[in-house]
């Protein structure tokens, strides 16, 4: 299997940080030389290591905002 590779390209914001020093966060992300996307999940200090996360487009970003709105 080939190396994923990634750049943040944007650091948007952090969402919350684990007592061992994660921190969930919300950046744009391209990957593997791909258009940048929003992507939110978990980093390492530093951002030498990731969790699983979840990537969406600008639209899928703003169709989630709308749901969020309704709770």
Do not use: F, Q
Not at 35 to 62: F, N, Q, S, V, Y
């Amino acid at each position: 299997m080939s190396d994923i590779k990634y750049e943040i390209t944007e650091e948007l914001g952090v969402i919350s940080e684990s007592p061992k020093g994660w921190t969930r966060e919300l950046n744009r992300v391209s990957w593997n030389g791909r258009e940048a996307k929003l992507d939110l999940r978990d980093w390492a200090p530093e951002h030498e290591k990731m969790g699983k996360g979840i990537t969406l487009t600008d639209d899928e970003a703003k169709k989630l905002c709308e749901l969020l709105s309704k709770i």
